[in-house]
Nanobody, 120 residues
Framework: QVQLVESGGGLVQAGGSLRLSCAAS????????MGWFRQAPGRTREIVAA????????YYTDSVKGRFSISRERAKNTVYLQMDSLKPEDTAVYYC?????????????WGQGTQVTVSS
């Protein structure tokens, strides 16, 4: 298992920016990819962005393309999600997750979540 701790959430006005961080510990050598998911009230959890730990291959859901950027700093076992041009519909709890095999699936380790609220 991999332990994940998110930070960086908060309240921001529409059009603003936030950067989320996710620090990983434990069996990180087993990690193939890291991802950011979000869950808004009354909605199912969805993948927002993901990155492979080795090659740095990325994935973004359509609604955040051109606004969000995922990156990783392997020396610190940390993944970041830079969120720009935020919209009220980006409001959700954001979760960091680790996958041993897939880029967009098979995530089996989860952080506790961090709230992002975008006001209009």
């Amino acid at each position: 298992q991999v332990q994940l701790v998110e930070s960086g959430g908060g309240l921001v006005q529409a059009g603003g920016s936030l950067r989320l961080s996710c620090a990983a510990s434990g069996r990180t050598v087993m990690t193939y990819a890291m991802g950011w998911f979000r869950q808004a009230p009354g909605r199912t959890r969805e993948i927002v962005a993901a990155i492979t730990w080795g090659a740095g291959t990325t994935y973004y859901t359509d609604s955040v393309k051109g606004r969000f950027s995922i990156s990783r700093e392997r020396a610190k076992n940390t993944v970041y999600l830079q969120m720009d041009s935020l919209k009220p519909e980006d409001t959700a709890v954001y979760y960091c997750a680790a996958s041993p095999r897939g880029l967009v699936s098979e995530y089996d380790s989860w952080g506790q979540g961090t709230q992002v609220t975008v006001s209009s």
